[in-house]
């Protein structure tokens, strides 16, 4: 599973975009990133993922170099109630795999008026 | 979408008792349940991978004996705090995988247990 990398801490206010890096340089050919959130007390909650390129939801949008290196995660005009801590994860994802999900730090985002 | 349920939300116990905590997969079937400890101000920590009708994989540094890991349907698994102790305090959460069903590669978190040992 490759290792990742995140800034411990961020802080924004409200209206602006949001754009967390992750490092994961070991990441293999099969490795999906998948993001998640997590609040005070809650199990985390699924994000987005993406293998290369460009992808984008409803609530972000996760941008990946060629190299795969490194990713980031873009929440646009973040509001109070993005105040939480997001993971970026690695690793194998498909229909078969049951592997499991091991979490780095994350990276706790705090959103001010 | 794939949904699982936790149970309880929080708990309080005795020291020296026994905890259940249950891990429900409500409209899938789950082969293999994950159950991760945390602690205040810290990340998920993979404690445990439950596999329906057989024994569960510990990580390294769990105790076994003391967190037991019953995985007998495929739906339901359940983790048991034996003889529980102050510092077992901590926020459970459990992980099912729904397969195409679910988003993220079809992970699904509970709602976590918050474990108070007094």
């Known amino acids: 599973l490759a290792k990742t990398t995140q800034p411990i801490s961020m802080d924004s206010y409200e209206g602006q975009e949001v754009n967390i890096t992750c490092s994961h340089n070991n990441i293999a050919t099969n490795d999906y990133i998948t993001w998640y959130q997590q609040f005070p007390s809650q199990g985390p909650r699924f994000i987005i993922q993406?293998?290369?390129t460009k992808v984008t939801n409803e609530v972000a949008s996760l941008f990946i170099p060629a190299d795969r290196k490194s990713s980031t995660l873009s929440l646009p005009r973040v509001s109070l109630s993005d105040t939480a801590v997001y993971y970026c994860?690695?690793?194998?994802?498909?229909?078969?795999?049951?592997?499991?999900?091991?979490f780095g730090q994350g990276t706790t985002l705090q959103v001010k008026p | 979408g794939a949904v699982v349920s936790q149970h309880p939300s929080w708990v309080i116990c005795k020291s020296g008792t026994s905890v259940k905590i249950e891990c429900r997969s409500l409209d899938f079937q789950a082969t293999t349940m994950f159950w991760y400890r945390q602690f205040p101000k810290q990340s998920l920590m993979l404690m445990a991978t439950?596999?329906?009708?057989?024994?569960?994989?510990?990580e390294q540094g769990v105790e076994k004996d003391k967190f037991l890991i019953n995985h007998a349907s495929l739906t339901l698994s359940t983790l048991t705090v034996t003889s529980a102790h102050p510092e077992d305090s901590s926020f459970y959460i459990c992980s099912a995988r729904a397969g195409g069903r679910g988003t993220g590669g079809g992970y699904t978190f509970g709602s976590g247990t918050r474990l108070t040992v007094v």
């Open positions: 993406g293998y290369k």
């Open positions: 994860l690695v690793g194998r994802v498909g229909s078969s795999n049951t592997g499991k999900l091991i």
């Open positions: 439950s596999n329906e009708g057989s024994k569960a994989t510990y």
